[in-house]
């Protein structure tokens, strides 16, 4: 729903972008100074909104030929026409009011043109982290003034020539257009002067980064890569096997796709390549790899697929009983990797053309440090971790997170019960696609904070009720510090089963308990809490006396979902990457 409302309305703002600029031209034609400066108004209020607000809507104005540059010639024209029609300023500023905005867009286009010739060199084509790639060519840059008025200023300034063209007809003098168009052209000659002086000094000098990543490449000879192509707000699922992969020993390498998920990628010491575009990737010579592993299944995966001489291991980010862990787009892997028997099931199940004999069981090597036990500290006061998933990509799914139906209940629940304290671990993407959810997160955590709560722990240390929201404290930190989870159908019940610590699991559509255990296999040795969170001082009470009768369930369960007993998963992970090495 969040996210139909937002395009809609980002749909509004291009309609008033549109109709703005079309009254303009009219009352321009017509001289009518009123209308003009309303249109005005509206045009560029619904421009404003598209540049900050709704940059994926303002793409369809670009596909339809009336892109920024296009826009700026309107306006510019308007100004003109109202100017011409209204003042009358006779054949000499006739002339200034035709040639001086005329001059002014063409070197603000001018200007632009060399600012991307600038950027194209400046920007690196490839970012690496851990790598030593010897000394790089520098590449001249310009003053960052001038970067700054080209990039933004000048479109602004150009904006300028509307409240004149209003002001020039309101004195009847053509001099605020004249004046405020020639200070514009100034600025922009200036400016344009300065980028063309540095891209005439950058000329040839390619910053030779990608050539040296191809050195790097064909001197380590990297076996393994781990691969995410996922935005900065999914890193957080090429974070989860950093550890494990590092912990192999093998010649390993990660391999990222977007700038910003480069910045966010959690400390490793890992080589780190990110190559943004396709086709400096797909000349990467990749030729030593053996074993591409993708946290996630994005269609940019299409570009390290493609490798010939490569096994493609699907790992996933987490399994769960969610639709999203059998997804039918993983049968383009040579093998799939999944933590226990309930994995290999999941697909069978799902039957979405995985084949049995591709499906690998190797544990879940991440969760190597979760512990077994609860805290021994004397002063350990009982914790109680809420760890809700987020909504999902399906908006009309009001029971894929129990956070909109009763994650204020679970909350004022848990921080009325006293002598506990609440750790509350949203899903990194919480509210990012439903308003409702993010509104109740924002509750959730003033609620927390008026509790004399936490809001942005560094650690888990104390007795404070915390909201974790960061990348630390980490979950697993979370999970040695819980005493009692409640949370949702996800791969955070899986895994949180390690410990064999009891946990809660929300039921918020009220299925009956034998057909929710049934359909969800992770709640088999869970309590269950349903919509009212009727059954949650119960659970509580049990829970915190130790007279747990679910001990014995998870015990079983925790060999289904993550391998035997006994087993030491990285041990599997690392005789699997051995195997496919060869």
């Known amino acids: 729903m969040f996210s139909r409302v937002r395009s809609q309305q980002g749909l509004a703002a291009v309609g008033a972008t549109l109709l703005g600029y079309a009254v303009m031209i009219l009352s321009g034609v017509l001289g009518l100074v009123v209308p003009y400066a309303v249109a005005a108004v509206v045009a560029l209020a619904g421009e404003a909104a598209l540049a900050t607000r709704y940059a994926g809507t303002a793409e369809l104005l670009d596909k339809a030929g009336l892109g920024e540059v296009f826009r700026r010639l309107v306006r510019d024209l308007s100004v003109v026409l109202l100017v011409l029609a209204a003042v009358r300023p006779g054949v000499g500023g006739d002339v200034a009011v035709l040639l ?29 982290r851990n790598i030593d790639l010897g000394a790089l060519r520098r590449v001249p840059v310009p003053p960052a003034w001038a970067r700054w008025l080209a990039g933004l200023r000048l479109p602004l300034l150009n904006v300028l020539l509307v409240p004149a ?18 200070g514009t052209l100034v600025a922009g000659l200036v400016t344009a002067a300065v980028l063309a002086s540095t891209a005439l000094r950058g000329r040839g000098k390619a910053p030779g980064v990608l050539p040296a990543v191809h050195d ?48 966010e990628l959690a400390d ?56 999203a862990s059998v997804n039918p787009y993983s049968k383009v892997y040579d093998e799939v990797w999944v933590a226990g ?37 004397a002063d350990h006061l009982f914790t109680v971790l809420y760890a809700p998933t987020w909504e999902g990509w399906l908006d009309d799914d009001p029971y894929h997170t129990s956070l909109v139906l009763m994650g204020e209940r679970i909350v004022s629940g848990l921080l009325a019960a006293g002598n506990l304290r609440v750790v509350y671990k949203p899903h990194p993407l919480t509210g990012s696609r439903s308003a409702k959810a993010r509104a109740v997160h924002e509750r959730i955590v003033a609620r927390i904070r008026a509790a004399g709560g936490e809001t942005d722990p560094a650690s888990l240390d104390g007795t404070a009720h915390l909201v974790v929201t960061g990348r630390t404290p980490a979950l697993f930190d979370c999970f040695n510090a819980t ?93 699997e990457i051995g195997r496919l090495c060869g």
């Open 100 to 128: 001086l905005p005329a001059a002014l867009w063409t070197v603000a286009v001018a200007t632009s043109a060399v600012t991307k010739v600038i950027d194209g060199r400046v920007d690196p084509p490839a970012y690496t």
């Open 165 to 182: 063209a209003v002001v020039a007809v309101a004195v009847d003098r053509v001099a605020p257009v004249v004046v405020t168009a020639a």
């Open 216 to 263: 790097w490449l064909a001197r380590e000879r990297p076996e393994v890569a781990l691969y995410f192509a996922g935005p900065a707000k999914d890193v957080y699922q090429a974070n989860m096997w950093l550890a494990p992969v590092e912990a192999t020993g093998r010649r390993a390498v990660v391999l990222l796709r977007a700038a910003d998920a480069f910045d």
């Open 268 to 323: 490793t010491r890992l080589p780190v390549i990110c190559v943004p575009a396709g086709v400096d990737f797909m000349n990467l010579d990749l030729g030593s790899l053996r074993v591409a592993l993708y946290a996630a299944n994005v269609g940019s995966n299409i570009h390290l697929l493609r490798e010939p001489g490569v096994k493609h291991v699907f790992v996933g980010h987490g399994d769960s009983d969610k639709q």
């Open 341 to 377: 028997p309930a994995g290999r099931e999941r697909y069978a199940r799902a039957a979405v053309g995985v084949l049995d004999r591709d499906i690998v069981e190797v544990g879940r090597p991440q969760l190597a440090g979760v512990h077994t036990f609860g805290s021994g500290a």
């Open 483 to 575: 005493d009692l989870l409640v949370s949702d159908v996800s791969s955070v019940v899986s895994d949180f089963v390690q410990s064999e610590r009891p946990y809660v699991v929300a039921n918020p559509a009220g299925l009956p308990e034998d057909e929710f255990r049934r359909q969800f296999p992770t709640a088999r040795a869970a309590y269950l809490l349903s919509a009212d969170c009727g059954e949650l001082p119960k659970i509580l009470t049990v829970t915190r006396a130790g007279d747990d009768p679910m001990a014995e369930a998870r015990r079983e369960l925790k060999e289904y979902l993550l391998g035997p007993a006994g087993s030491n998963p990285m041990d599997r992970f690392r005789d």
